[in-house]
């Protein structure tokens, strides 16, 4: 069953690779939506796919790239809109 799922990401979340290793990632995972830096200094993803995908991100966030430190991810779960067509980042 298609979900989205939104993810806040604390931590040193920035400037450390984590907006395209997360594309990268959802790519991989068959995942649509984007990624964004915040001005807070949190990343933020909104993605869509398989329950079980989304999972897989989720777990992936929690780590990210090599250079980051992940403190906390707040996750929302929502209905799919079917409103993404790729994975993006936003600038």
């Given at each position: 069953m298609k979900k989205q799922v939104i993810l806040k990401i604390y931590g040193r979340v920035q400037m450390v690779m984590f907006r395209d290793s997360t594309r990268q990632k959802a790519k991989k995972l068959g995942l649509v939506g984007w990624v964004i830096n915040k001005p807070d200094g949190?990343?933020?993803?909104?993605?869509?796919?398989?329950?079980?995908?989304?999972?897989?991100?989720?777990d992936w966030c929690y780590n990210g790239p090599m250079l980051a430190k992940v403190i906390k991810v707040d996750i929302e779960w929502k209905e799919s809109t079917d409103q993404f067509n790729k994975f993006n980042i936003k600038y």
């Open positions: 949190t990343v933020k993803v909104v993605a869509e796919g398989e329950e079980k995908d989304l999972k897989q991100l989720i």
